[in-house]
């Protein structure tokens, strides 16, 4: 059964303004299939497949003349990134617009490779697991199952087990894609400091505290952060500054692409575990991050998204700017409003309410208005928060 993703209008839009479109996401978060869903008249390459790649890479010319009319789908294309510069002298002498389709589950091999042979040619969409609102119609899954099960498609289209789907995405996540990236020589460690990174979720990312725990060098720690990011498993957020060079310099949080994998690396295989596990709070504030994430990604932007800690350690979960102001975002597991859950907002507001416009509190209970905030529950997330990206 496919399922309708919403990121599907910006990739028909692209199509049209750019001769490459190039979509870049985590693997299995559904690319290949929405593309060939798209576009079925389409020749389609996998370039994970090593026969089809070493054809193009003995000779790329030859197979550019067989592109049909319609165009060409190529997949994973950071496995053969030396085929972009034949791709760009192809776009620039037939001046067409959405003929070469490209995905990437890389995004380091790939923005270097573009920024060299596709700048200004390509557009570049990001495709994460499925949004709460894409699972809509599949069924109506409670807060619970979608914080464990994560987002990843073949859960939702296949009787498949969950505990054993993200062992095995794991296990050959690090086995080959990392070691495509670092000369890895103990898996062990990284193991180790995946499901470490997993136990930090939504704290400031102290690299030296990773570090000691695991035996690693600060310069390892950052370098494998590095890693997880350019490969959808991990992301930074950062802080608000009204210095933009701070906001580049001070500490970020990490947070994780998708929160079936983080229930995974945290050793929670069964509803129930999560239910009563101390991390539940920081894994049901990761899906409501991700999917504000997913609202910018879906509409072909670049998320503009940051947390606000002062020196008295006031916090508020998310500053979402819109034009010249900031909407505060507050994140909290429970189900029932407690009127400290509103305390960062309303420091805020006495601060600077001319820059802190309204506010919103995500939480698990039921929608509804409460003077100048709005409870929001994160099922109705998506609705109401499209306003502003």
């Known amino acids: 059964m496919y399922i309708k993703r919403l990121v599907e209008d910006s990739i028909q839009k692209a199509i049209l303004q750019y001769p490459v479109v190039t ?29 089809e790649r070493l ?36 776009v ?11 995905t990437g589950s890389h995004q380091l091999a790939l923005h270097e490779a573009i920024s060299q042979s596709l700048a200004g040619r390509t557009a570049l969409i990001k495709l994460l697991p499925l949004a709460i609102k894409e699972l809509e119609s599949v069924k109506k899954y409670s807060i619970d ?16 087990d969950v505990r054993r789907y993200y062992q095995e995405y794991i296990a050959t996540y690090v086995e080959r894609d990392v070691r495509q990236m670092i000369q890895l020589k103990d898996l062990n460690l990284f193991q180790k400091f995946l499901m470490i990174l997993a136990s930090r979720v939504g704290q400031l990312l102290d690299y030296q505290s ?12 950052k370098q494998w952060c590095s890693i997880l990011s350019a490969s959808f498993v991990s992301f930074e957020l950062r802080p608000y500054f009204e210095n933009i060079g701070k906001r580049l310099l001070k500490t970020p949080k990490v947070f994780f692409y998708d929160t079936g994998l983080l229930c995974a690396l945290l050793g929670i295989h069964q509803l129930e575990q999560l239910r009563v596990h101390p991390l539940r709070g920081a894994i049901f ?7 504000i994430m997913k609202l910018y990604y ?3 932007y670049q998320p503009e998204l940051y947390f606000y800690r002062d020196h008295h350690q006031n916090e508020v979960d998310i500053l979402l700017k819109n034009a010249q102001q900031y909407i505060p975002i507050e994140i909290k597991s429970a189900q029932t409003f407690h009127p400290e859950f509103l305390k960062g907002l309303n420091i805020l507001h006495k601060w600077a309410p001319e820059k802190f ?19 929001l529950n994160i099922l109705n997330l998506h609705d109401e928060l499209l306003r502003y990206v």
């Open 92 to 102: 620039d002498v037939k001046k067409k617009n959405g003929l070469f389709i490209l």
């Open 23 to 51: 979509v870049l996401g985590p693997r299995q978060s559904g690319k290949s299939t929405l593309l060939q869903h798209l576009f079925p008249e389409r020749l389609y390459v996998n370039l994970e497949y090593p026969d």
């Open 55 to 90: 054809k193009i890479e003995y000779d790329p010319r030859g197979f550019l003349n067989t592109i049909p009319p319609e165009g060409v789908i190529i997949d994973e294309i950071q496995r053969l990134p030396e085929l972009l510069s034949y791709i760009q002298v192809e």
């Open 357 to 375: 416009a309204g506010g919103y509190l995500i939480y698990a209970g039921a929608s509804q208005a409460l003077g100048n905030y709005q409870l």
């Open 145 to 160: 199952d979608l914080m464990w099960m994560g987002g990843y498609p073949k859960l939702f289209n296949e009787s498949v």
């Open 285 to 291: 504030e990761n899906l409501a991050v991700i999917e």
């Open 298 to 300: 879906n509409q072909w």
């Open 210 to 221: 990773i570090s000691n725990d695991i035996g690693v060098s600060v310069h390892t720690i």
